[in-house]
């Protein structure tokens, strides 16, 4: 089955720039993950979509990133402007509905972000 | 929300010695504990998993135990190899899933 995809893979702007990754899921998974992690830090969940509602958002700096998946099924993460402490691997993953016995979350290979 | 705090930071042992990562979660209604391996520039990969209904799991050269009361769960790696060498992580999930920050586990030939 094809994996989650992210684009694009690498991406350098300016601070105050905006940018924005996509992600398109597994086929059949109605859950969907943005994480930001950080070099040599464990990822941070940013937002959870199930379906296209927001399952939590509590940790998206929300004067600054926005997301969206309007359809449930792909979506797109946008920092609007981007500072410095933004460097980082943006990583999406989805997977069926936690709770149910099919839980393993699968990851996209990451976007790259570096802002200079 | 859920907070995983995961232990040690770093790891380094012998080839075909053992190591032994753990790691600890605030929320009891967490009912899944995956790991995930990661390598330098690569996504993270599952590696193992347990329901909060288990006590423990192994395959092959790892295994996952979980101390549901004391909430602790921790990653059994025996006879590591060069290969094991990479970053792990823990997670707990209930309708979140949140990340340790992970253990580098290093193995010397």
């Known amino acids: 089955e094809a994996g989650v995809a992210q684009s694009p893979r690498y991406k350098i702007i300016e601070k105050r720039q905006s940018v924005a990754f996509w992600c398109n899921p597994i086929?059949?998974?109605?859950?969907l993950y943005w994480y930001q992690q950080i070099l040599g830090q464990g990822p941070k969940l940013l937002i959870q979509?199930?379906?296209?509602?927001?399952?939590?958002d509590s940790q998206l700096p929300k004067d600054r990133f926005s997301a969206e998946r309007l359809k449930g099924v792909d979506s797109t993460l946008k920092i609007q402007p981007a500072k410095l402490e933004d460097s980082a691997v943006y990583l999406c993953a989805s997977s069926l509905v936690p709770g149910t016995l099919n839980t393993e979350a699968f990851f996209g290979q990451g976007t790259r972000l570096t802002v200079v | 929300g859920e907070n995983v705090e995961q232990h040690p930071s770093t790891l380094s042992v012998q080839e075909g010695d053992s190591a032994v990562i753990k790691c600890t979660y605030s929320d009891s209604a967490s009912n899944y504990f995956p790991w995930y391996k990661q390598e330098l520039g690569k996504r993270p990969q599952l590696i193992i998993d347990?329901?909060?209904?288990?006590g423990e799991k192994k395959d092959q050269r790892i295994a996952v135990t979980l101390n549901k009361t004391a909430k602790h769960f921790s990653l059994h790696i025996t006879e590591t190899q060069p290969e094991d060498s990479a970053v792990y992580f823990c997670a707990a999930s209930y309708s979140t899933l949140t990340f340790g920050k992970g253990t580098m586990l290093l193995v010397s030939p």
């Open positions: 086929s059949g998974h109605a859950t």
């Open positions: 347990i329901r909060s209904n288990v």
């Open positions: 979509f199930q379906n296209n509602g927001v399952v939590d």
